[in-house]
């Protein structure tokens, strides 16, 4: 272990929760790497998502963006070319940008589909389903309105899922935020995750909550201090 790691890990009390605004600077205060550290949100949650009802999976909109670009593919065909291509996409195109995703190529964060494009999507759905890249109408990325789901995934929109264990990781900015704009970001996603509590759901809800960077310690979070 490097002396910068073991540095970092003590520098936060691990039996200790912290206030939001103090973990905010616990984090930033052990995050030391050269380069602009992501910031994120790690929810433990007493859901079990082999049951459908308790799968939590939706798109979130940060107020101040994550600090980094989507990269959008679309699917689309006629006018909706020139939409999408307008807003920013990086990619458009239908049968060629299939051929070019079964070669191989998945260099994109999202992919966004006109509805009629999905039959041909379809076709790469075995490809692009195991990475969570295809188009689903409940996130917004099946949607005639292709260029503004475009222009809100670059304007840092972002989809959270549970994962098996019930960990939700949710990205809320970079390390180079000022604090205000991380402490507005967290509010958003702790709003939205405390919100989406499954009615079926018996067991506690939110166990646990950290604040981590890329390769910093975790901190921590007393969810009172979110809770208003």
């Known amino acids: 272990m490097s ?5 970092n890990r003590t520098a936060i009390n691990k039996d200790s929760v912290y206030a939001i ?10 995050a030391s790497a050269k380069f602009d550290e992501t910031v994120e949100l790690a929810f433990n949650l ?3 998502p082999r049951h459908a009802d308790q799968m939590l999976r939706g798109m979130i909109s940060l107020p101040h963006g994550t600090g980094k670009t ?4 679309v699917f689309a065909k006629g006018d909706k070319v020139e939409e999408a291509t307008k807003a920013g996409a990086d990619m458009v195109g239908l049968d060629d940008l299939v051929k070019k995703i079964q070669d191989g190529w998945f260099e994109f964060d999202y992919a966004v589909a006109a509805p009629d494009c999905m039959a041909t999507v379809g076709k790469i759905g075995k490809l692009l389903g195991p990475k969570g890249l295809m188009p689903n109408p409940k996130l917004g990325t099946v949607t005639p309105n292709v260029g503004k789901a475009v222009t809100d ?4 929109m972002l989809e959270y899922k549970t994962e098996k264990n019930g960990i939700i990781h949710i990205a809320v900015g970079k390390k180079s935020f000022d604090d205000k704009k991380l402490l507005e970001n967290i509010q958003a996603v702790y709003d939205i995750i405390k919100a989406s509590k499954p009615s079926s759901l018996k067991a506690n809800y939110m166990n ?3 604040l981590t960077s890329t390769m910093g310690p975790g901190v921590p ?3 009172a201090s979110l809770n208003g």
């Open 3 to 7: 002396k910068r790691v073991k540095t």
């Open 21 to 30: 605004d103090e973990a905010v600077k616990a984090l930033k205060g052990a």
């Open 46 to 48: 007493g859901v079990d």
């Open 70 to 73: 989507a990269r959008v593919v």
């Open 153 to 156: 995934l670059k304007a840092g």
């Open 208 to 210: 646990k909550l950290t």
């Open 221 to 223: 979070v007393d969810m």
